[in-house]
């Protein structure tokens, strides 16, 4: 299958820095791409989608000023976490989907685990 | 509001002892509900896509199954190695988006 990658894949920082994730598709054309959190034993939970060229699309909840998201080519999305706070350490997945179908299968990156102190 | 319930949330198996794990699913209009298999400290990996009622789909040792309130995974004479959690997720019509699973955190011990 397709290969999705992220990096970093761990990052520590501290309160009030911002952080970015790259996230990169390594052998395909990435039309959209989708950010998700983890939390620990819960479930991913959709942050946003991104389609290439055009502003992302939050899920309600989900500051958008405060969660960046940047899908400037066809391969590569950035999330820049902005003036990170304790409760804002997480497992950080992004995904890829060469298409615009629903039906097309998403790639889902290794995940970035972000600790804030 | 579109949910997708999986249970256990945890479960111990034996080498060779077979089992399912069940995905109950609330979501207008599913279009295609999906099996991952997720190891710690890893993004999913993508298994089965379900589409209709009825469909059935197998890769090695695991099956999935559809019916149009749940999806099973079965899984037959489990390995070490097939230790993972196992999350299902949903895509309704209404939301456009996959709606995961807390998922099932499946242990097989030789």
């Known amino acids: 299958g397709a290969v999705v990658s992220q990096h970093p894949s761990r990052v520590i920082c501290k309160s009030g820095t911002s952080v970015k994730i790259e996230c990169r598709s390594l052998d395909f054309q990435a039309t959209t791409m989708f950010w998700y959190r983890q939390f620990p034993k819960q479930s991913l939970m959709l942050m946003a989608t991104?389609?290439?060229?055009?502003?992302?699309?939050?899920e309600q909840g989900v500051e958008k000023d405060k969660f960046l998201i940047n899908h400037a080519s066809l391969t590569l999305s950035t999330l820049t976490v902005t003036s990170a706070h304790p409760e804002d350490s997480s497992f950080y997945i992004c995904s890829a989907r060469g298409g615009a179908d629903w039906n097309n299968e998403q790639f889902f990156g290794p995940g970035t685990r972000l600790t804030v102190l | 509001e579109d949910q997708v319930t999986q249970s256990p949330e945890a479960l111990r198996l034996q080498e060779g002892e077979s089992s399912s794990l069940n995905c109950s699913y609330t979501v207008s209009g599913l279009r295609g509900l999906f099996w991952y298999r997720q190891d710690p400290g890893k993004g999913p990996e993508f298994l089965f896509t379900?589409?209709?009622a009825g469909e059935e789909k197998e890769k090695e040792r695991l099956k999935a199954t559809l019916t149009k309130k749940e999806s099973f995974l079965h899984i037959t004479a489990p390995k070490p190695e097939d230790s993972a959690t196992y999350l299902c997720a949903a895509y309704g019509g209404a939301t456009n988006k996959l709606i995961f699973g807390t998922g099932t955190l499946l242990a097989v011990q030789p």
């Open positions: 991104s389609n290439e060229g055009s502003k992302a699309t939050y």
């Open positions: 379900l589409y209709s």
